[in-house]
């Protein structure tokens, strides 16, 4: 009913850039909150950036100042600009929204595919 569906990743040189997106399609009331989690190997999944449906973000403290997370709402699309790219942000990348399917219901987590991101020399 709800699929999210990632594009963007890719190979960079470190201090290089990516721009990532997830467009949100099907039947759905509203997609609320939007969020990038990543996962490296060996390492637990970790929230990089949220935005709510009315702007607000916030950011995990090792992508400050580097990362930029923003959303088309007419879109149903989400985005994450990745300047400054370092070996440590080696990951794949989830793409995670809350959608109200139905008016007076709940919100339910949606997940995209997943985006290998790989930045090395």
């Known amino acids: 009913q709800v699929q999210l569906v990632e594009s963007g990743g890719g190979l960079v040189q470190p201090g290089g850039s990516l721009r990532l997106s997830c467009a949100a399609s099907g039947r759905f009331f509203s997609v609320n909150a939007m969020a990038w989690y990543r996962q490296a190997p060996g390492k637990e999944r970790e929230l990089v950036a949220g935005?709510?449906?009315?702007?607000?973000?916030n950011y995990v403290d090792s992508v400050k100042g580097r990362f930029t997370i923003s959303r088309d709402n007419a879109k149903n699309t989400v985005y994450l600009q990745m300047n400054s790219l370092k070996p440590e942000d080696t990951a794949v990348y989830y793409c995670n929204a809350a959608v109200l399917v139905y008016y007076g219901s709940g919100s339910h987590d949606y997940w995209g595919q997943g985006t290998q991101v790989t930045v090395s020399s």
């Open positions: 935005i709510t449906s009315g702007g607000r973000t």
